[in-house]
């Protein structure tokens, strides 16, 4: 079955940084447009990021933009998420998931994505 395996969040302080991982195993990997969401409690998870299947192309939320970049690596069937210059406001579970859908104005969109991982708590201290 497929599985998506979230790893590297942690406890970080203010403008510091942190790499989320994201194995994937159980699909075609190379296919899937790759995003990551967040979502903190009492909150509607929330788009972060996503990269189109070939790497070429990547959107961001307006609230990470310039300091979070995705990436993927096909040959291992990962997807990451650097996360630089770190905010209090960017504490949240974070998870990633994958859609086959390659219609850019979609990729935000939480419920055209077929499978998410577990989530890893990502905590920012001020």
């Known amino acids: 079955q497929v599985q998506l395996v979230e790893s590297g969040g942690g406890l970080v302080q203010a403008g510091g940084s942190l790499r989320l991982s994201c194995a994937a195993s159980?699909?075609?990997?190379?296919?899937?447009?790759m995003g990551w969401f967040r979502q903190t409690p009492g909150k509607e998870r929330e788009f972060v990021a996503a990269i189109n299947w070939s790497g070429d192309s990547t959107y961001y939320a307006d609230s990470v933009k310039g300091r979070f970049t995705i990436s993927r690596d096909n040959a291992k069937n990962t997807v990451n998420l650097q996360m630089n210059s770190l905010k209090p406001e960017d504490t949240a579970v974070y998870y990633c998931?994958?859609?086959?859908?390659?219609?850019?104005?979609?990729?935000?969109?939480?419920?055209?994505?077929?499978?998410w991982g577990q989530g890893t708590q990502v905590t920012v201290s001020s």
């Open positions: 159980g699909l075609t990997f190379s296919i899937y447009t």
């Open positions: 998931a994958g859609t086959l859908t390659g219609v850019p104005a979609r990729f935000a969109g939480r419920d055209y994505y077929d499978y």
